[in-house]
């Protein structure tokens, strides 16, 4: 399968937060445009999560630590590790899951 992002629809998944989103079988990727002050309330998943930051500022709390990322910047979180965000700026940020985030589907 091949596919093109600018085919892609985009979904918001939360408020502010608009993702073209690619599924396989054992993984998700997201590429997300968030508008600044967008916040991504505290959570955990089952799925082992990297972020990249593409453009912006993001700042990113990981088990209560928070610091602020920006372009280039890669962040690795485990599964069931909590974690919000908050978006300082316009983002793009890139997220792979695994295994598969079904309920992006």
Not at 69 to 82: E, F, L, M, N, R
């Amino acid at each position: 399968m091949s596919l093109n992002l600018s085919n892609i629809p985009s979904k918001e998944i939360m408020p502010d937060y608009h993702g073209k989103l690619v599924h396989s079988q054992h993984m998700s990727i997201a590429f997300w445009e968030v508008k600044k002050d967008a916040i991504v309330p505290e959570h955990a998943h089952m799925n082992e999560q990297i972020m990249h930051v593409m453009e912006g500022d993001f700042e990113f709390t990981l088990d209560g630590d928070t610091k602020i990322y920006g372009p280039g910047d890669i962040v690795i979180i485990a599964p069931h590790q909590k974690h919000s965000g908050k978006a300082l700026t316009d983002c793009k940020l890139l997220d792979v899951f695994s295994p598969t985030r079904e309920e992006y589907r």
